[in-house]
């Protein structure tokens, strides 16, 4: 086994973490040296009011086993004054989980635009928020660890869950393209897609099912990937139950759907070769949308073979 990988000296900020997957990462961070800002409003799981008990809790926790954290109440929207505490408190920020969530589940029929602007707000918002001013400390010292938070109800979709679902995967662009800004200073943006038992899933999942989800079995995935040896950079990793893969978007090798270059198509070519378009026998991973380009060139260039 590797040896115990710790994060002494390490500043880590995590909204949301007075309960479920951010207190169990914040409990561990702390265990292996980390000096951890508990970001936690309190809230009710709709987003509703609002308890620095919550925050307080895990501190008093980590503190107890000898740990250093202390507690920040402000909501994610605010995320500049999240950051201000670990600035005030450590003189410092290393590690960014962006964690905290909550739910408005309805379906899209009965959606309001309220039920949908909370969610991006907390969700999107709130991480790009608290990112944003993160971001000038991790520049200025040529080193940060990000962790967005998806959600399967994403990658997938679920029922009721469209402003969540398609909050979640803004987070995965916004994650792709950070992951692109800031490899160069140093600063590496992956996305973390659990699955655990909490209170968000708590009238989800059958309760025998629900006691094996420990976010305690995902807080080590998060960790690895905050760690200074690990170079990983743009990736979506799901987990759960101590089960770990990462996740990518493949595309098949569709088809050219005309000729010559000076042909139009038109939607019975699209209708007769529908099959070749969406068969994904050899379908591609493209690492970034320079190769993506790149095929496209490959288009032109079967139209001048064939002049
Ligand atoms: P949780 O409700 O147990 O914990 C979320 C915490 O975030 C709460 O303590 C809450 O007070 C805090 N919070 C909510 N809104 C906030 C805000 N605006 N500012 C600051 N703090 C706020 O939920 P959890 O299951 O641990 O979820 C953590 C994250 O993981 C969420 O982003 C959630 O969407 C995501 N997620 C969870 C699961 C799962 O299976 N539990 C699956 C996919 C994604």
Known sequence: MANKLRFDGKVVV????????????ALLFASRGAKVVINDLGGGRHGDGSNTKVADTVVSEIKQSGGEAVA?????????????????????????????????????ARMSESDW??????????????????????RKQKYGKIIF????????????????????????????????????S???????????????????????????????????????????DCSENGS??????????????IRSNGCILRSNKNELINPEAVQDNWGKIIDMTNAKHYESIVDVSGELMNVIESFSNKK
């Open 14 to 25: 995590i909204t949301g973490a007075g309960a479920g997957l951010g207190k169990a990462y």
């Open 72 to 108: 920040n109440y402000d909501n994610v929207l605010e995320g500049e004054k999240i950051v201000q505490t670990a600035i005030n408190t450590y003189g410092r920020i290393d590690i960014l989980v962006n964690n905290a969530g909550i739910l408005r589940d309805k379906t899209f």
């Open 117 to 138: 602007d909370v969610i991006h707000n907390v969700h999107v918002k709130g991480s790009m928020k608290t990112t944003q001013a993160a971001w000038p400390y991790f």
């Open 149 to 184: 938070t998806s959600s399967n109800s994403g990658l997938y979709g679920n029922f009721g869950q469209a402003n969540y679902s398609s909050a979640k995967m803004a987070l995965i662009g916004l994650a792709n393209t950070l992951a692109i800004e800031g490899q160069s």
């Open 186 to 228: 140093g600063i590496y943006t992956n996305v973390i897609v659990p699955t655990a038992g909490s209170r968000l899933t708590e009238d989800i999942v059958p309760p025998d099912f629900f006691n094996e989800l420990k976010p305690e079995l995902i807080a080590p995935i998060v960790l690895w990937l905050c760690h200074e």
């Open 236 to 249: 979506i990793i799901e987990s759960a139950l101590g089960w770990a893969g990462k996740c990518h978007l």
